[in-house]
């Protein structure tokens, strides 16, 4: 049985950072592209950050450049989502997910991947 447990979220001024973790099991972790989402109340989940297998190669979306790093740790089959300069636009529950091996181009939507964690709660106020 697959499970990917989110950790990390929080309440944080603007400004502030926070990181989030993704626990796998059940699964070969370091044969997956792993991703992170967002859903903010009233509106559509939506990309944020993937990466390769192997940690090597990763992809944002344009809002979060140069504020958040996606890495991971295939020892520790844990993926994470450093997040700087937080803002209030990024407020939102955060969901880690799990895709079988294919181009980073190709792990940009949520019918891209197999697997999901439940979410955790990222509250920035302003």
């Known amino acids: 049985q697959v499970q990917l447990v989110e950790s990390g979220g929080g309440s944080v001024q603007a400004g502030g950072s926070l990181r989030l973790s993704c626990a796998a099991s059940?699964?070969?972790?370091?044969?997956?592209?792993m991703g992170w989402f967002r859903q903010a109340p009233g509106k559509e989940r939506e990309f944020v950050a993937v990466?390769?297998?192997?940690?090597?190669?990763?992809s944002y979306t344009d809002s979060v450049k140069g504020r958040f790093t996606i890495s991971r740790d295939n020892a520790r089959n844990t993926v994470y989502l450093q997040m700087n300069s937080l803002k209030p636009d990024d407020t939102a529950v955060y969901y880690c997910?799990?895709?079988?091996?294919?181009?980073?181009?190709?792990?940009?939507?949520?019918?891209?991947?197999?697997?999901w964690g439940q979410g955790t709660q990222v509250t920035v106020s302003s």
């Open positions: 990466i390769s297998w192997a940690g090597t190669s990763s």
């Open positions: 059940g699964l070969t972790f370091s044969s997956y592209v």
């Open positions: 997910a799990a895709a079988r091996p294919r181009p980073l181009a190709a792990a940009r939507t949520s019918r891209d991947y197999d697997y």
